[in-house]
């Protein structure tokens, strides 16, 4: 094989609650992880000299070291002895830093690659275990569908495929920290902690108002104060006839859940024509 190109998925959080921080900083965290079908492409090539050569379509993402696929490859080659070097191009269309996990899929679609080019034949176990050792959202970006994420993101449980609802994906052109979101989320202060397993259960049911009823995301409670601008998105969507509306993550991403294509062509459209229209998008789940 010369070369491979993969498809790295986006998720997005149908439930995101933090339970408790751990002496080492991390933050344990009950989360409903979904894949959507918005993604982005990575193409991986061998060459025959030992470097790791990474080119992008976006002139501000590093190319060394400091970007996760570079990390990624370089962990492979280092885990499993492979001396060919590498080429790899990476197609971003997952906005960036937004909570969607695409530095994450695009580290766990580096990883399905080389293990697939290669034919070392690792099982996906040990691939996610691999995984983690890059962050806590690559386990389940090899993993994906719908799935309850614990721990710090690493202990995952497979669920039942979620209803395939119309999902539109607005991102506002602005910047948050994860850190920043998690060492300002208080706990103690924290209400309205998400219904993860009343979720479970509305999944594995197909209870579909039981899944957009119970959409939440704690972070929200931090996030939502620095980007307004985030709470009126979720307002606009649902006046178009979302089921529900979220921000993923830490932000600042919101989807809104459609049953109803056309109500959901008509908030693309709105948004698409508006000041968040650059990175708005309308897809539906992988499963």
């Known amino acids: 094989m010369d070369f491979i190109t993969l498809k790295a998925y986006a998720k997005i959080n149908l439930a995101l609650d933090v339970i408790g921080k751990r002496a080492n900083g991390y933050h344990d965290v009950r989360m ?3 894949t ?3 993604y982005d492409k990575v193409t991986i090539k061998p060459m025959t000299n030992p470097d790791i050569v990474i080119k992008t379509n976006l002139h501000y993402l590093p ?3 400091n970007n996760i696929v570079y990390a990624a490859a370089k962990l492979f080659k280092e885990t499993y002895q492979i001396s060919d070097g590498l080429y790899i191009n990476l197609e971003k269309k997952i906005p960036v830093a937004a909570g969607m996990a695409g530095g994450s899929s695009d580290a766990a679609a580096t990883l399905w690659g080389l293990n697939t ?3 070392t034949n690792i099982p996906m176990k040990e691939l996610m275990e691999l995984g983690l050792k890059l962050g806590a959202d690559v386990p389940y970006c090899i993993l994906r569908g719908t799935a309850l994420s614990e721990g710090i993101g690493e202990i995952l449980t497979p669920l039942p495929a979620a209803h395939n609802f119309h999902c539109l994906i607005v991102k ?3 910047s948050v920290s994860t850190k920043y979101v998690y060492e300002n989320l208080d706990l103690n202060k924290a209400e309205n902690h ?3 397993d009343g979720m479970v259960e509305a999944i594995k049911t197909n209870d579909i108002l039981g899944i957009t009823s119970r959409l939440g995301n704690i972070l929200e409670t931090v996030t939502l104060k620095v980007h307004p601008e985030i709470e009126d998105i979720k307002k606009t969507m649902l006046s ?3 089921l529900n509306s979220l921000m993923s993550g830490s932000g600042p991403t919101v989807f809104g859940l459609f049953d ?3 109500a959901a062509e008509k908030a693309f459209y709105a948004f698409k024509v508006g000041p968040y229209g650059k990175q708005t998008y309308l897809t539906t789940f992988f499963q």
């Open 194 to 196: 998400p219904d993860v």
């Open 36 to 38: 959507v079908k918005l």
């Open 117 to 119: 080019l290669f034919e």
């Open 32 to 34: 409903i992880m979904q």
């Open 63 to 65: 190319t060394n070291e």
């Open 172 to 174: 506002p052109p602005v």
């Open 260 to 262: 109803d294509l056309s």
């Open 240 to 242: 178009y006839g979302a």
